[in-house]
T-cell receptor, first 110, second 117 residues
Framework: GQNIDQPTEMTATEGAIVQINCTYQ??????LFWYQQHAGEAPTFLSY????GLEEKGRFSSFLSRSKGYSYLLLKELQMKDSASYLC???????????FGAGTRLFVKA | EAGVAQSPRYKIIEKRQSVAFWCNPI?????LYWYQQILGQGPKLLIQ????????DSQLPKDRFSAERLKGVDSTLKIQPAKLEDSAVYLC???????????????FGPGTRLTVL
């Protein structure tokens, strides 16, 4: 079976750092995506990890541990506009298929 | 580069009625996806096309949902008859596995918000 777990909601303060965790159990693993989705809008690509370790891209970083089935998205210097849902998604081997977690709704408060 | 286009953006229908959604992917993208996203949940894959062939439709309720991608470009998703539980956002996405990246980044359209009364 395929299972992706992430917290339902998180709240953080503007200017702070927040870490959104994701654990997965899937049959076949190619890599892991993080997408951002603002309310009422389509998901947009943030990052893709295929190798273990940390990938940094501006204020956003993503970490992957394949052996532990674990990833996190780190958001630094939070801004109000970062209030959105963050979707963890696994890219499966073969067939170009991606399965999505339920998403973590992040609320950034002043 | 134009993005993924979808229409209509919003649709309200009565249960047991029919509805159709249209999607035009990014030019040159061979893979097209239809997702259903219920409020508060992640996107759930309904059907995936590679060119005009179906790769995966295992989660498509085939008694009421159908989809086609004639000529391997744009696609239509139909629901007939609709049920209350079909109320959701229907997202279309496209990707190009042979593109510049080794991974399969999906580009999403704005979605169609369906309300079934």
């Amino acid at each position: 079976g395929q299972n992706i777990d992430q917290p339902t909601e998180m709240t953080a303060t503007e200017g702070a750092i927040v870490q959104i965790n994701c654990t997965y159990q899937t049959s076949g693993f190619n890599g892991l995506f993080w997408y951002q989705q603002h309310a009422g809008e389509a998901p947009t690509f943030l990052s893709y990890n295929v190798l273990d370790g940390l990938e940094e891209k501006g204020r956003f970083s993503s970490f992957l541990s394949r052996s532990k089935g674990y990833s996190y998205l780190l958001l630094k210097e939070l801004q109000m506009k970062d209030s959105a849902s963050y979707l963890c998604a696994v890219y499966l081997t073969g067939g170009f298929k991606t399965i999505f977690g339920a998403g973590t709704r992040l609320f950034v408060k002043a | 580069e134009a993005g993924v286009a979808q229409s209509p953006r919003y649709k309200i229908i009565e249960k047991r009625q029919s509805v159709a959604f249209w999607c035009n992917p990014i030019s040159g993208h061979a893979t097209l996806y239809w997702y259903q996203q219920i409020l508060g949940q992640g996107p759930k894959l309904l059907i995936q096309f590679q060119n005009n062939g179906v790769v995966d439709d295992s989660q498509l309720p085939k008694d009421r949902f159908s989809a086609e991608r004639l000529k391997g470009v744009d696609s239509t998703l139909k629901i007939q008859p609709a049920k209350l539980e079909d109320s959701a956002v229907y997202l279309c996405a496209s990707s190009s596995p042979s593109g510049t990246h080794s991974y399969n980044e999906q580009f999403f359209g704005p979605g169609t918000r369906l309300t079934v009364l």
